[in-house]
């Protein structure tokens, strides 16, 4: 099983950010330079609010960047099941917002020079029974009942390996995939560019706290001053935020393969209920990922360790599935943060009267949802209210 530990996305020449020294000042600090930090950060630019970000390691190196590279709307459960966990009008409206969201993203990504790192070249959801067939093709039957787009796929018409008459796809021309590192990291720069400052390599040291009439934030070497804080990071959202201990965090499994010099999958596939998800990188890489139900009870930890057992399910699957036999070039795991409901934590820290905001909890679909959330939480600092924030669960519940 050797192969670099590191995530293919991370994997290329990269220079860090200097680190917090000393005492800064600034409107807002946000904690976490990941999708929803920066997503955040973006938004309260726009509004003329001064912005420091802070990072425990680099951007992008957290769940943002250890993920599958997936860039796909909606929430974590198919649509059928959230409109009975949510009702129908809240699901119709989460459903909404990341669509809506997708096609902002990809307008600021055009706009930062990394249009490029977007591939949209649809999704497939694939159903590997007869049982989950039903559940897929209710999910297609409840989206098209609500207006959005989704193309059933029989099971015979599946792409090639993936093909079985028992089998049910359902196809989102909207989806696609993403290089998360190099996207982001071109976002970040271009917030510096209009005056955000990033600090990397400065892990928070304790959760923001109400000192006086602002927030302090504090980091190994130094601390923000600030009016109000944003704490964005996903799966260790509750060490910062002990409100937010409905978030729990969780390893999720990966590896990519060397270039195939082929194409075996012609666009991104979510497969088991979205146990296993895979796609076919621009230079030929399979990416691929799963099987967090077989890590079990070891699978919820803060650490991003490879499970041994996983990954080499994951070698099976290869073959199995795909019928690729590829030397595997990168294993490596991310920790996200789920929630049992299952929907994302937005909104104001209790205790901190709204000084401190929180926003985390994707359930493993972080890319986009993370990009409504950072509105959501972005329009409570600048405004003090959000018509989009009955969207997610307060911190707290």
Do not use: K
Not at 52 to 74: D, T, Y
Not at 99 to 118: I, K, P, S
Not at 125 to 144: I, P
Not at 342 to 361: E, K, Q
């Amino acid at each position: 099983m050797s192969a670099a530990a590191v995530p293919l996305w991370q994997d290329e020449p990269y220079r860090p950010r200097a680190p917090l020294a000393g005492e800064v000042h600034a409107d807002v600090c946000v904690v976490g330079a990941g999708v929803g930090g920066l997503a955040t950060a973006r938004r309260l630019l726009d509004a003329g609010l001064s912005v420091v970000v802070l990072e425990r390691h680099e951007v992008a190196s957290g769940a943002s960047g250890r993920n599958g590279g997936f860039f796909i709307a909606g929430a974590a459960p198919m649509y059928h099941v959230t409109r009975t966990l949510w009702g129908r009008e809240r699901a119709a409206a989460v459903h909404r917002a990341t669509l809506e969201a997708q096609r902002e993203m990809l307008e600021v990504a055009e706009a930062v020079g990394a249009r490029a790192h977007f591939r949209l070249d649809g999704m497939l959801r694939v159903a590997v029974d007869a049982a989950e067939a039903d559940d897929v093709r209710a999910h297609g039957a409840a989206l098209t009942e609500d207006g959005f787009p989704a193309q059933p796929v029989a099971g015979a018409d599946l792409p090639g390996p993936l093909a079985r008459p028992e089998r049910a796809g359902l196809f989102f021309p909207h989806d696609g995939s993403v290089h998360p590192v190099r996207w982001l990291r071109a976002l970040a720069a271009a917030l510096e560019a209009r005056g955000a400052r990033v600090f990397e390599r400065s892990p928070v040291t304790a959760p923001p706290a109400v000192d006086g009439d602002g927030v302090r934030v504090s980091t190994s070497a130094g601390v923000v001053r600030c009016d109000r804080a944003v704490v964005a990071v996903d799966g260790d959202l509750a060490a910062l935020v002990p409100a937010a201990a409905a978030v729990r965090p969780r390893r999720l499994n990966m590896l990519a393969t060397a270039p195939l010099g082929r194409t075996v999958l012609p666009c991104p596939v979510y497969a088991r209920d979205g146990h296993e998800y895979v796609h076919q990188t621009a230079d030929g890489r399979i990416a691929l990922g799963g099987f967090s139900d077989l890590d079990g009870d070891a699978s919820w930890t803060d650490r991003a360790e490879v499970s041994r057992p996983v990954q080499e399910r994951l070698d099976r699957w290869l073959v199995e599935e795909l019928q690729v036999r590829a030397e595997v070039t990168h294993r490596w795991a991310g920790v996200v943060g789920f929630a049992a409901d299952p929907v994302p934590r937005c909104g104001p820290v209790p205790g901190t009267d709204g000084r401190v905001l929180a926003l985390g909890g994707y359930n493993g679909t972080g890319h986009v949802q993370a990009w409504v959330a950072s509105r959501v939480v972005a329009d409570l600092v600048v405004t003090g209210a959000s018509a989009s924030a009955g969207l997610y669960e307060a911190v707290d519940a």
